[in-house]
């Protein structure tokens, strides 16, 4: 167990549809990043939140979103699925150490759109 | 913006040693990481290079040498429990800390 969790582990649904991806960070970090890796791709940055506040964004699509809440935990919301957006989406998190760079993954959402 | 490029596959045998070579572009360096993936799985922290030189932890090392924009991923003794994928990541600029990932090497360790 990294500390970090992802909920749920598996996520089918149809195209069109909107789903929520959950992610708790380690306790005591404040930085929560979204990441979206297809079959066989690298890692892909989606957006990262601090402290409840957007940080920074990456190659999100307009039909995603994302927030931090009070209690850290962060839920990434997708939209107007599409086929495409099949993916496992991982949510990490960072503390100061390493730079800041050494980020704890969670097990990530296996999304499967159909 | 940030590239990074490192081979797709490299196969090696057990008990031997093999090098995952790493080349960057970015505007702005902050360290160099390494990730390893098996299947499916987390990625997760292997090393973090913010100088020169070389960081050794156990079997594995990392170099850097930010002059060439270059890095490495040195694993040695290879296990079967070895074969996964492995990232390098550049760090970005500012105080988001965000990670740019490499494509990232297969490593497959055969018998």
């Known amino acids: ?114 | 913006g940030q590239s990074l490029e490192q081979p797709s596959e490299v196969t090696a045998v057990e008990g031997a040693i093999v090098q995952i070579n790493c080349t960057y572009q970015t505007s702005g360096f902050y360290g160099l990481s390494w990730y390893q993936q098996h299947d499916g799985g987390a990625p997760t922290f292997l090393s973090y290079n913010a100088l020169d030189g070389l960081e050794e932890t156990g079997r594995f090392s990392s170099f850097l040498s930010r002059s060439d924009s270059y890095g490495y991923l040195l694993l040695q003794e290879l296990q079967m429990k070895d074969s996964a994928s492995y990232f390098c990541a550049v760090g970005s600029s500012g105080s988001a800390r965000q990670l740019t990932f490499g494509s990232g090497t297969q490593l497959t360790v055969l018998p």
Do not use: M
Request: charged share 15%; hydrophobic share 30%.
């Open chain 1, 1 to 114: 167990d990294s500390g970090v969790t992802q909920t749920p582990k598996h996520l089918i649904t149809a195209t069109g549809q909107r789903v929520t991806l959950r992610c708790s960070p380690r306790s005591g970090d404040l930085s929560v990043y979204w990441y979206q890796q297809s079959l066989d791709q690298g890692l892909q940055f989606l957006i990262q939140y601090y402290n409840g506040e957007e940080r920074a964004k990456g190659n999100i699509l307009e039909r995603f979103s994302a927030q931090q809440f009070p209690d850290l935990h962060s839920e990434l919301n997708l939209s107007s699925l599409e086929l495409g957006d099949s993916a496992l989406y991982f949510c990490a998190s960072s503390s100061a150490g390493q730079g800041g760079y050494g980020y704890t993954f969670g097990s990530g959402t296996r999304l499967t759109v159909v």
